[in-house]
């Protein structure tokens, strides 16, 4: 007699999709957002008795309501949208830069530091062309020093880079002490109030249209020099494989520090665009926390730079509309967070079905 037994079989399994047409994904996508925002409905119904289409409502008008509030998303969609531009390169090349968060905060101080010392004594433009270079150097240097110990130690990138930030912290909290005005303040202030040295020029009526633009350069040409250059050609290859790239000739070495060294320039001049372009001064919290939310803009763009401007532009609303929504609605601000958190967690769920698919099981198999 022959004895059967019956292959036991998951119920379902999943398995990896093959290249999806990009509408496809982008469908997936959209329908992730839809669903996202009946969760929040009804979550919002329960726990405030609010009505959902107000609160949404309340969200748009926070982010576009007025002239102004349209000039400062586009403000903060453009400093959120250059760190992440600053830490694309580094991801694509699996080099995980957490210090982007550090690296602003260095740029803003060496920006604050040619305002503070040479603001007045010599003429605006060069001072202005002064902060440039030390921002981006300051910027460059202090992704450096994690780039070199990787390259020559291998050391863990990732820990090294996200304790840089607690340095560059300390050291700008030791400056705004140094620099602080008036004395006992604990704050420097508005630098340089009564004779703008060092101010970004503003064009016409708009404050912020300056670091608009210079942006919108920085996007276009880090998209061009990922996709079209030798340098992000190997950038692509020392991420696929360490190993496949040596082969092929590339030295990753200097592939690694080149690349940091790029990363921590683009994160000087957002310091630069936010202390001379926006603030004018320089505290602690100056970048914000832009380090950490770039890495989630770079990662939902598939480090395309021209696809960060919407990521940027929808974790920027998300951030308008629900400070609006703790404020018109008397809301503990943490509700306005649930909300963003749902959101957020069904777009980058969505990444899940746009890459794999779930496959029930059909029949059962025999085996003799």
């Known amino acids: ?45 329960f726990l405030t008795h609010e009505n959902p289409i107000s609160v949404y409502a309340t969200m748009i008008k926070g982010a576009f309501g007025t002239s102004r509030r349209v000039w400062n998303l586009l403000q903060s969609l453009a400093m959120l949208l250059c760190v992440s531009l600053a830490v694309t390169p580094a991801f694509k090349m699996r080099f995980w830069n957490i210090g982007a968060e550090g690296q602003v905060l260095i740029g803003g101080l060496a920006t604050a530091a040619c305002m503070i010392l040479l603001g007045g004594k010599i003429p605006n433009a060069l001072l202005i062309l ?17 780039a070199v110990f990787k390259a020559r130690f291998n050391t863990n990138e990732t820990l090294f880079t996200l304790m840089m930030n607690y340095v560059g912290i300390q050291l700008v909290s030791y ?3 140094l620099w602080e005005s008036p004395k006992g303040s604990g704050k420097i202030g508005i ?29 276009i040409m880090m998209y061009v020099y990922l996709k079209y250059s030798k340098h992000g050609y190997e950038i692509s290859v020392v ?26 320039a683009i994160c000087g001049i957002a ?23 770039a890495i989630m803009v770079a990662w939902l763009a598939k480090f395309n730079p021209i696809v960060m401007i919407l990521t940027s532009f929808l974790l920027v609303f998300l951030e308008k509309g629900a400070n609006e929504i703790s404020t018109v609605f008397n809301l503990n601000h943490s509700f306005a967070d649930i909300l963003t958190g749902i959101i957020l967690f069904f777009i980058i769920g969505s990444e899940f079905f746009v890459n794999y698919q779930i496959k029930f099981r059909s029949s059962h198999k025999e085996v003799k």
Not at 130 to 146: E, R
Not at 240 to 259: L, M, P, Q
């Open 175 to 177: 400056f705004v002490m």
């Open 1 to 45: 007699m022959r004895n059967k037994q019956k292959a036991h079989e998951p119920l379902f399994h999943i398995a990896k999709r093959d290249a999806l047409p990009w509408y496809q994904a982008w469908l997936i996508r959209i329908g992730a957002i839809v669903l996202a925002l009946i969760v929040c409905a009804f979550l919002t119904m």
């Open 239 to 264: 991420g696929e494989s360490e190993n496949t790239a040596r082969y092929i000739g590339i030295n990753v070495k200097k592939v690694i520090i080149r690349t940091m060294l790029l990363s921590g």
């Open 130 to 146: 002064t902060m440039i270079i030390a921002s981006m150097l300051a910027g460059a240097i202090w992704a450096l020093i994690p």
């Open 191 to 219: 630098i340089n109030a009564s004779n703008h040295a060092g101010w970004f020029p503003v064009l016409g009526d708009y404050d912020y249209l300056l670091n608009i633009i210079i942006v919108l350069v920085m996007t």
């Open 271 to 293: 310091g630069l665009l936010l202390v001379a372009g926006t603030n004018h001064t320089i505290t602690t919290t100056t970048a914000n926390n832009r380090g950490f939310t």
